[in-house]
C-alpha cells in the first residue's frame, strides 16, 4: 500500500517535470525568436512613461526614423557578414567614400540619375575589394582585411575631396534621405509625413530577409556561419558567397550614404566615424552571434531600434551624451548576457 | 555471395605522389552492389588520400577509375556525385545552425520560381526528408530539428541520410563509428547494413575491429600505400588483420 502510494507520488512528479518541460520546449524557440522585440516594447513603454507628451508623438517617430536611416543600413550589411562568421570594420569608411565620391559627382554637375547611383556602385566596389582580399589574398581573419580598407577608404575620401566638406544637392539627390510622402489625402496634418527613409528601411529589410531565408544563396550564407567545411563539402563555393556577402555589405554601406547625403546636404570627412562600431553593437544586441550562423533581420532592426530610441530618450530627458555611451556599452554585455543565459536555459532541457 | 553482384566501383593502379612523397602506389580496390568493403591499415597508410582520390578531391598521379565498368576522371567532389558516389566524412560535415532537412539538401536544395525569382521549396525540403528518414529508419522527433539539438549518433545517421538523399551508389564512410558514444555505434551498424540491403556499396574505412567484423564482406589492408592484403571476412579473424594493419602476414 505504501509502495502504491509512493509510485503514485512519483507519477505525479513525472507528470508535473513534464509539463515544466513541453513549456519549456514550447517557449524557447518564442523566446529565440521574438525576446529581443519583446525587450523592444519595454524599452518603448519605459520612454513613453518617462516623457509622454514627447516621445510617441508623431514628429518624434519620425525623427527616430530618420536618424536610425543610414544606421540601419550599415548594420544590415555587417549582420550579413557577422552570419558567415566574418566582421567588416569598414562599413563606415566606405560609406564615407561614397559619400564623397557622390558629392563630387554632384559637384561636377552630373545628372541626379548618376549622382544617385555612383554611391551604390562605390560601396558595391569598396565591399567587392574586401571580399575579393579575404579570399584571394587567403587574409587569416576579415578582421584583418577590413582594418586595412577601415583606413584605405577613409583616406582615399579624403584625399579625393582634399579633407574639406561638399555640400549642396538638388532635391532628387536627397528625396531617400530627406524626402517626405504627404499623407494629408488620409486626413492627417500637414506636419504628419512619412519620411522616404522609413519606407526605405522597410522595403530594403524586406528584400534581404526574403533573400537570406528564401533563396539558396541566403541559405548557404547560414551555412558558411554553421561549418564552413560542411558547406565545401556540400559543393557550395564559399570564396564566391563570400564575395557576395562582403560586396552586398558594401553596397548597403553606398545606399547608407545617399541617405546621409539626404540627411546632411553635405559630404563631409567626419562622416560615419565609428559607425562600423555602431552597426556591430546593433547587430549583437540584436542577437547575431560571432560565432556566425545565428541571428534574423528582424533582431537587427530590433537592435538597431533599441540603439537609437535609447539615443533619442535620452536626449529628449536631456541625458549628457556621456551617459549614453555608458548605457550603450552596458546594453551590449546585458543582452549579450541574457543569450548565455538563455542558452543554458535551453540546453538544461 | 557479393562476386555474383554488378561490378561498381573499381580502382586500377591507383598512385599519388605529393612532391618526393609516395602516398599511394599502384592500389587496386573493387566494390560490389550491395557489398560492404572494409579498408584498415595504420595511420599514414595511405587511407584518407585513397578515399580522396575515390571522391574527386585529388587527382591520381596514375591509375584509373571505373564506374559500372566505364572509365571517369574525377576533376571535382561534384564529379563523384554525379556519378552516384558520395562520402560521408569524419568531421560530419553538417552545419548544425540549420534543420535536418536543410542539412540533407544542402547545395542542392529544391526550388520553386515565383516569377524570374527561385525561392526554397521548403515544403518539398520537409516531405523529402520525412520520406528519406522514414525509407532509411531513422527516428528524429521532426526534420525541423536543428542538427546541434541531436546526438552524434542521431547526426551520424543524418551525414549518411545526406550521403543517400540523391539516389547514391556508393557511398564512402571515414570512420563512421570514431566520435561515437558506445550505445550508439550499433544504430550506425545498422544502419550501414539497411544501407548494403538496398543494394548501395559501402566502403568503410574503420580502425575499430568491432566495426569491420560487422557490417563488412570483405576487407583489405593498406600498408605503406600499397596494397597488403585483402579476404572474404569468413575466411580470415580479428587478429590476422591487426597483423596487417602492422604489417605482418
Known sequence: MKSLVGLWEKNKMDDKEKKQDSLYVKLIPYFEKYGILLLLVIMILVMHILQPDVFLSWRNVTNVFKQISWQSMLALGVFMVIVTAGIDLSVGSIMMLSLMILAIVAKAGAPWFIVVLVPLFAGFLCGLINGLGITLLRMPHPFIMTLGTLYIFRGTGNLISGGTPISGFTDEVRYLGHGRIDLTWLGLEKSQYLPVSLVLIAVVYFVFWVFLNHSRTGKWIYAIGGNPSAARASGINVNKILIIVYSLCGFLSGIGALILAGRTDSGYPNAGLQSELDAIAACIIGGASFFGGRGTVLGVFAGVMIMGILRNGLNLMDVSSFWQQVLIGSIIVLAVYVDVLRRDFGTRK | ?249
Open chain 2, 1 to 249: 555471395m557479393t562476386s555474383t553482384n554488378k561490378l561498381l566501383l573499381e580502382a586500377k593502379g591507383i598512385t599519388k605522389y605529393f612532391g618526393t612523397i609516395t602516398a599511394l602506389e599502384n592500389v587496386n580496390l573493387k566494390v560490389h552492389e550491395g557489398e560492404c568493403l572494409g579498408v584498415v591499415g595504420d595511420n599514414g597508410a595511405g587511407k584518407s588520400t585513397l578515399m580522396k582520390v575515390l571522391s574527386g578531391l585529388y587527382k591520381p598521379s596514375a591509375g584509373a577509375l571505373f564506374f559500372e565498368g566505364k572509365e571517369h576522371v574525377l576533376d571535382s567532389p561534384k564529379d563523384s556525385q554525379n556519378l552516384g558516389l558520395e562520402m560521408v566524412y569524419q568531421d560530419l560535415a553538417l552545419a548544425g545552425n540549420l534543420p535536418i532537412g536543410e542539412n540533407i539538401f544542402l547545395g542542392r536544395e529544391p526550388t520553386k520560381n515565383i516569377g524570374f525569382l527561385k525561392f526554397l521549396d521548403f515544403k518539398k525540403i520537409q516531405e523529402m526528408t520525412s520520406a528519406h528518414l522514414e525509407k532509411l529508419k531513422i527516428n528524429v522527433k521532426s526534420a525541423e530539428q536543428k542538427v546541434e539539438e541531436l546526438s552524434g549518433g542521431q547526426r551520424q545517421a543524418v551525414a549518411i541520410a545526406r550521403s543517400t538523399a540523391f539516389n547514391a551508389k556508393v557511398v564512402i564512410m571515414d570512420e563512421p563509428t570514431a566520435a561515437l558514444a558506445i550505445k550508439e555505434v550499433g544504430k550506425v551498424l545498422d544502419l550501414i547494413n539497411k544501407l548494403k540491403s538496398t543494394g548501395v556499396g559501402v566502403i568503410v574505412i574503420s580502425h575499430r575491429m568491432d566495426d569491420i567484423f560487422t557490417v563488412c564482406d570483405r576487407v583489405m589492408a593498406l600498408f605503406q600505400g600499397t596494397n597488403f592484403a585483402e579476404s572474404q571476412l569468413d575466411k580470415t579473424s580479428r587478429d590476422e588483420v591487426i597483423g596487417w594493419i602492422m604489417g605482418k602476414k
